[in-house]
């Protein structure tokens, strides 16, 4: 069967597919994200509910802080490491955020 076919069964089941442009779609787990790049986004509408079918490169990324960025952020708060590494990971290791936040 190709595509076109898939497509035309599909809605006659009265599911409504359409598809979505994007330049990047991130997934974020505990401990890791998955970026996908170049995606091709197709979404169904089943009984009321949206499902997302999602397809590219695939590329796995530690949310791990990295060393250097937490001695940064030591130096400028004057935080312990634990409490560094903590308010990092809250906020995706955005370093200017951890600093800001820290350091109120």
């Known amino acids: 069967m190709n ?3 898939v497509e ?7 599911v409504e597919l359409r598809e979505m442009e994007a330049s990047e779609v991130i997934i974020k787990t505990t401990g ?3 970026k996908i790049t170049k995606p091709e986004i197709v ?3 089943i009984l009321g509910k949206k499902v997302y079918q999602i397809s590219g490169e695939e590329k796995m990324e530690s949310l791990e802080p990295k060393e250097e960025d937490i001695k ?3 130096e400028k708060t004057g935080k312990d490491r634990e409490t ?3 308010k990092l990971r809250e906020l995706n290791n955005d370093l ?3 600093i800001i936040e820290l350091s109120s």
């Not at 035309?8 to 009265?14: F, L, Q, T, V, Y």
């Open 3 to 5: 595509r076109e076919n």
């Open 43 to 45: 979404i169904a509408n």
């Open 72 to 74: 940064i952020v030591m």
């Open 32 to 34: 890791y994200q998955i």
């Open 8 to 14: 035309k069964a599909i809605r006659k089941m009265g």
């Open 96 to 98: 200017a955020k951890a």
């Open 84 to 86: 560094v590494i903590n």
